[in-house]
């Protein structure tokens, strides 16, 4: 029999990533979402399709999956997630603290004779399962928390494949870029980390996270709010743009400068990983969009997300992050009447001063040595 895994949130990562990369490795992947009609079409459709665009396009088939609604049977999950072997998550950092009672239920009803759920949050964001085992913890008394934690290993990861919103007549096939990497801190797991052949296991997760957040995140980020100040919507067109093109490279600069300092990455080396994605970024086959890329821009602007959180390493270090504040301000002017962070973001700028929309936005206070920079990029948008 299969080992099982139970995969949250079965989107775009989820289905074209996570899932892909458990199936590979043998497991069952159970997908548990709140979507009622993905989630039925799961049910009723025994395989959906992967497709790889990009050099050595290809095409891999998913099966020997199941699939549960997380809103309308959260028993039946419980159940499943008690007996399973690993649990993921990609439904948003935002949305953990939603999953996290659900999961809390499985390890107390969890048999102490089993081994422990192997529980790995894949979102963007800096030790996400550590947040995922925080909210864990708040559903638990002391008493319930001593019970779980021998029944659960948690483990940070870091996840890096570009995986754009989908056609709309797509159904469950996901078009991914063929770049992937997943990388996962084994100490928790001592001598007996889950099999999963195309993880990369890694000592110590922080300098893999922060890489990957403040290049590719942050590179990403900035093509997409400096391109749709452009007028552009296709990814790759926004970095083919000369101006988009010298924001991007001078924000990676920046992180660039910040990660040779801080990790053991060769200056070298990081230009290769900056080079690296910049093909990624350009690659023409991938119908990314700047809407995708900038969504959430409250989420993206807070204290230690890829913008404000290298930005202010830096300054702690004495240099002003001219490229980064610029992309603070391109983020601040991210108007999409569809995503509910762009139309609150606006809200805050026209209702708060200055100095109170900095703080509510970036999370920085006066005493630190970049408030005062971000307070006059704020202070341009403000409306009041
Ligand atoms: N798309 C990418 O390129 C990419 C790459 C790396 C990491 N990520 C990260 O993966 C996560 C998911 O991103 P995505 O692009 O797949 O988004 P998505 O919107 O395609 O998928 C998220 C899924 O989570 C589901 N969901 C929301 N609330 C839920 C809940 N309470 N319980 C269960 N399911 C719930 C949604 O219905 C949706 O199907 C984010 O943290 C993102 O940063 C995305
Ligand atoms: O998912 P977000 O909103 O945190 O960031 C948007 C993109 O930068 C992101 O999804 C990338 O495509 C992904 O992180 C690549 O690994």
Known sequence: MSPTAVHFGAGNIGRGFVGLILHRAGYEVV???????????????PSYQVIEVGLDSRTERVDNYRAINSRSHDAELVRELAAADIVT?????????????????????RSADQPPLAVMACENAINATDVLAGHIREHCSDEEWAAITPKAVFANTAVDRIVPAQAADAGLDVTVETYFEWAIESPPFGSNPPEIPDATWVPDLAPYIERKLFTVNTGHATTAYHGRLRGISKLSDALADEQVRAAVEGVLGETKALLVAKHEFSDEAQQAYVDK??????????PDTTERVGRQPLRK???????????????ERGITPHHLLATVDAALQFDVPEDPESVEMHELLRTLSPAEATERI??????????????????KRVTV
């Open 89 to 109: 998550t990609a439904v948003g950092p935002t949305v953990l603290k939603f999953v996290a009672p659900t999961i809390a239920a499985a390890l107390l009803k």
């Open 362 to 379: 970036t999370g920085l206070t006066p005493e630190h040595p970049l408030y005062a920079e971000v307070l006059a990029v704020v202070g």
């Open 277 to 286: 994605i910049l093909t990624r970024f350009a690659n023409p086959h991938l």
């Open 301 to 315: 602007l807070s204290r230690n997300e890829r913008l404000i959180g290298p930005a202010a390493e830096l300054a």
């Open 31 to 45: 997908f548990a979402d709140v979507a009622e009609t993905l989630i039925d079409a799961l049910q009723v459709t």
